[in-house]
């Protein structure tokens, strides 16, 4: 056999580029030429191929035993004339472990018995060739480096010059040519980039072409042959692969294989095939079905990212992916796999691509800075159920695409408590990093295992032989059934049975009195948000034909509000129905005598518009809070007492004020105060469940329908037009927006019993950047209610606390550094009006500025800030707690100014991340962080953690929350 190895001084001198050459010269003679690929990646293999003709093979020293790559050589060289191996990184560079020169390009060389080819990048070189090169030949004697290729010369004369220098330096490696700098020939990294974005415009058969041009004009491919018949390969080990008596058949497992899904070790093939599977490889791009009588499926990697439009637009396929995996069929899916079965791929800058949905979470790209690649060990846990539990196999881990359900995930997993619909089945031990943490990773849910880690089988022969006796038990005509129904479901997914006014129509009139009543209720306590839980759907059956058929009045008093919903319904008969009340009694928040006046004067005019008289307002002893409104303003604004707000933000605001009891609708997320959905009718409902959400989970679901341009909320439209209230808050650019409501309540439609919107209500919308919009804000709020004395009081007792603040810290005290963090995974420093907080409060704020948006920063950015105090305030404690095993074990972390003075903190996120009062809170608690001598008196109990490690004391990274006590 001749095999002869291609090897670089250093990565990104241009030895994939020679080797990639070198192969397509000699297969342009005529010759059978086999490719290798040392190490774990799949980015060059397309080049390989298109250079040869014929799949490239990995070896990868770590990933397999030495036998395996032994037999790996002897059963694809002999099939060629000449084998060609490509190098990976330097020469010896490997790994950082002890026995790194088993792992290097070197070392196969050695294992192989095989001559190298040096590469060296001559450009910034002359006469210092000779001695660099020397260094390689000696460096390991057992190592035979063969010949030399100068890349990237200047010219003629240069090479020349090297030539002489290398000869008298006593260098024994025949230069075997001189590549020269080209134009014509783009760069290896920027052709990868190209392939990767699907936009080359070179094809991987042009660029292999282009670099065969260079290297047959340039360099000795008969010396190149000559050095291959000197390779001295060991005798092939006799691997024995059977761990059970033959399958009776053979299990057939559809691959994945095209454009997209191309990431593929081939010995994971050879593995399987040897224990019985028959391979049936079909496109994702290209096929609309899955190949008949399967039992599983094997998804790789690639870029299907580059793909997502084409791979979203096979709606048939991704049905039937879908329906094989929840009818038990096997599916093992890696990397690019991960992605294809998420519910949606997403671009940068583009919306989210739909995709199988086997998993509850999305995926999406993030930016190369944040590349995740490393070796890693798999461990797989008890309750796997395709691969062997309690196994270990290697693997690898490359790409920069992000896991992202309620929080994201990175390369190697974060572990997030209260999972739905799926469990982990990995833990990961990653081997480039000695003080890396052990975490979880692999996705499982059902017959289904997918992950970022590439599985190599030959460094685990029973992980490809319990996926095939785990295949064998499937059931493929059951699972098929449920294939050929989603794939007719999928080619026809319009409904032919249309509903009328967004309901079943064979809802009869006759039924609406018997749900009118058992929808109704008397006390709005029993209510979670407006309506009885066992009750919605009948609540929403009645509510639909109520907007098509009922008139409204509302009766508005000091402690009583009943909604009247009467209609003169007909049965099918023609007979007139019985008329039907929905009552809701007993609402708190009650108004003044003097709002019960004007409630009075409204009710007389809705009576003229409806045409039906109201009952008369009853009178009540309660009180509460009363509100000193101007005539002049009341006649301005025509003032209606009644605020809703859309947003948690402003309801705090509302809250805050003192303008509470005026307060009648809130949205169901509103959950500050404690009390703020109590009495209150819902007018905002998220179309999901919330009740097992967290802060983190939920703001990836509503992003989740920003993304998709819809509106996570369904409102609550028949209330709004008929309590038509006076002030409506909302947040610009939020959900419900201003747009939607003001076109609500603006419309000209008379859709409720010829009840007309009213034209006065006010719709302010939040939209806050710094500390002096957010005060702006609630004046607004004063004004348009008509409580501008009250306001004014109120901010101006919290700019006072402000300005108490800035005079304790304004003499001659140091001022530190701080980085205040509002994110964790991925790392987000806090901007708009927070480096105002910090300034404020005494310090220099770091990684960002004032109005500006929040900042997502690498790892090595938040270190090259050297924050002397760390503000973590991106969540809870206890959800803060989860990451902080993650942030100690990145490299650096001991090192941090604030870590060596134990100046890192946990503070409640609400105290920073939300625009309204709690923000001077939030800078009385930064003065007390770091000001304690004059500031000490500041902050509450319980809004902030401080870490007690000090003077450069340190612990495992498991352990660092426990290393916590309460600041105050």
């Not at 990294?189 to 058969?205: D, I, K, V």
């Not at 970022?452 to 095939?468: I, K």
Request: contains cysteine.
């Amino acid at each position: 056999m001749r095999v002869v190895v291609v090897a670089g001084t250093f990565c990104g001198v241009g030895a994939t580029s020679v080797a990639a050459g070198v192969m397509d010269a000699l297969r342009r003679r005529g010759l059978r030429v086999q490719g290798f690929k040392i190490g774990p990646g799949f980015s060059d293999s397309k080049l390989v191929e298109a250079a040869t003709g014929r799949m490239c093979v990995n070896l990868d020293p770590w990933m397999a035993p030495q036998e395996h790559l032994l037999a790996c050589v002897h059963r694809y060289a002999p099939e060629s004339d000449v084998a060609v191996v490509d190098g990976f990184q330097g020469l010896f560079d490997g790994s950082s472990a002890p026995d790194a020169g088993a792992w290097s390009t070197a070392g196969v060389a050695k294992l192989l018995g095989a001559p190298v080819v040096l590469v060296i990048d001559a450009a910034p070189l002359g006469h210092s060739a000779a001695p660099l090169v020397r260094g390689f030949e000696g460096f390991d004697r057992r190592l035979r480096v063969a010949g030399v290729v100068l890349n990237r010369v200047s010219g003629a004369g240069h090479g020349d010059g090297i030539r002489e220098a290398m000869r008298k330096g006593g260098v024994k490696a025949t230069v075997l040519g001189a590549l020269p700098m080209s134009d014509d020939v783009v760069d290896l990294e920027e052709w990868r980039w190209a392939q990767h974005l699907s936009n080359g415009a070179m094809t991987p058969e042009k660029y292999a072409s282009a670099l065969g041009d260079l290297v047959t004009a340039s360099v000795d491919i008969d010396k190149v042959l000559e050095m291959a018949e000197t390779s001295k390969i060991p005798k092939c080990p006799d691997l024995k692969l059977s761990l059970g008596p033959p399958l009776s058949a053979p299990v057939k497992i559809a691959v994945a294989k095209d454009d997209a899904f191309s990431f593929y070790y081939h010995e994971n093939f050879v593995m399987l095939e040897a224990f019985g599977a028959e391979l049936v490889f079909f496109s994702p791009l290209q096929d609309e079905q899955l190949p008949s009588g399967v039992a599983a499926i094997y998804l790789g990697g690639g870029h299907p990212e580059a793909y997502a439009k084409r791979l979203t637009q096979n709606k048939t396929l991704l049905a039937s992916i879908h329906a094989f995996a929840a009818a038990g069929g096997v599916v093992y899916a890696e990397g690019g796999g991960l992605l294809y079965l998420s519910k949606s791929i997403q671009n940068i800058g583009e919306f989210p691509n739909e995709l199988v949905g086997v998993f509850p979470f999305r995926t999406r790209m993030a930016p190369e800075s944040i590349w995740r690649s490393g070796y890693v060990e798999v461990e797989v846990l008890d309750h796997s159920r395709v691969l062997p539990p309690g196994g270990r196999i290697h693997g690898h881990v490359s790409h920069r695409s992000q896991v992202v359900e309620e929080i994201v995930r990175s390369a190697f997993g974060s572990v997030c408590s209260e999972q739905s619909g799926y469990s982990f089945v990995y833990r990961l031990h990653p081997q480039d990093d000695e003080s890396a943490v052990a975490t979880y990773e692999g996705y499982s849910w059902n017959n289904v295992v997918a992950s970022y880690v590439h599985l190599q089988f030959a460094s685990s022969p029973e992980a490809a032989s319990t996926l095939v006796t785990k295949s064998q038990e499937v059931d493929v005509v059951k699972v098929f059934e449920s294939v050929a129904q989603a794939v007719k479901v999928a080619s026809n997914p319009v409904g032919k049975s249309p509903q009328k006014h967004g309901f079943n129509s064979d809802l009869k009139a006759t039924k609406l009195p018997r749900i009118a009543r058992s929808a109704s209720f008397d006390n709005m306590d029993s209510m979670k948000g407006g309506v009885h839980t066992k009750d919605r759907s009948d609540q929403m059956k009645l509510h639909r034909y109520s907007m098509e058929h009922a008139q409204h009045t509302w009766r508005i008093s000091t402690g009583l509000w009943t909604s009247v919903a009467s209609a003169d319904l007909e049965d099918g008969a023609g007979k007139k129905g019985e008329r039907f009340l929905l009552g809701l009694s007993n609402w708190k928040g009650a108004m003044n005598r003097d709002a019960a006046d004007r409630a009075k004067r409204s009710d007389s005019s809705l009576a003229s518009t409806t045409g039906r008289a109201s009952p008369p307002i009853e009178s009540s002893a309660s009180s509460c809070t009363e509100f000193m409104v101007p005539r002049s303003l009341a006649e301005k604004h025509q003032l209606n007492e009644k605020i809703v707000s859309m947003s948690s933000t402003c309801t705090e605001i509302v809250f805050a004020l003192g303008l509470d009891g005026r307060l009648v609708g809130v949205t169901n997320l509103c959950d500050y105060p404690a009390e703020a959905r109590e009495g209150r009718m819902v007018v905002a409902r998220t179309r999901f469940d919330t009740s097992r959400l967290d802060k983190g989970r939920l703001e990836m679901k509503l992003k989740d329908f920003w993304c998709r341009r819809e509106s996570a909320f369904e409102l609550n439209e028949g209330f709004l037009r008929s309590a038509q209230p006076g002030v409506v808050l909302v947040e610009e650019g939020g959900d419900p927006g201003r747009e939607t409501v003001e076109k609500l309540f603006n419309s000209r439609a008379s859709s409720i019993g010829g009840l007309r919107p009213n034209n006065n209500t006010v719709v302010l919308s939040l939209q806050c950047h710094r500390l002096s919009e957010v005060f702006n804000f609630m004046l607004k709020v004063g004004d348009a209610t008509g409580a501008v004395d009250a306001v004014q009081r109120i901010v101006d007792a919290l700019r006072s606390r402000v300005a108490r603040v800035g005079s304790l810290v304004s003499s001659n005290l140091p001022r530190e550094s701080v980085v205040v963090l509002t994110g964790l995974n991925p790392l987000v420093v806090g901007g708009h009006w927070i480096p105002e907080m910090v300034m404020l409060a005494g310090g220099v704020a770091e990684g960002n500025h004032v109005g500006r948006p929040h900042l997502r920063i690498s790892w090595q950015e938040l270190r090259e800030l050297e924050p002397e105090v760390l503000i973590l305030a991106a969540s809870t404690w206890e959800e803060t707690k989860l990451e902080l095993a993650q942030l100690a074990s990145l490299p650096g972390w001991w090192t941090l100014p604030a870590m060596r003075t134990g100046h890192l903190y946990v503070c409640n996120h609400s105290l920073f991340t939300i625009p309204g009062p709690r923000l001077v809170d939030g800078i009385e608690l930064l003065s007390r962080i770091l000001h304690p001598s004059v500031a000490g008196q500041h902050g509450k109990r319980g809004m902030a953690m401080s870490c007690s490690l000090r003077n450069g004391a340190r612990c495992r990274a498991c352990n660092l929350s426990k290393h916590f006590y309460t600041l105050l």
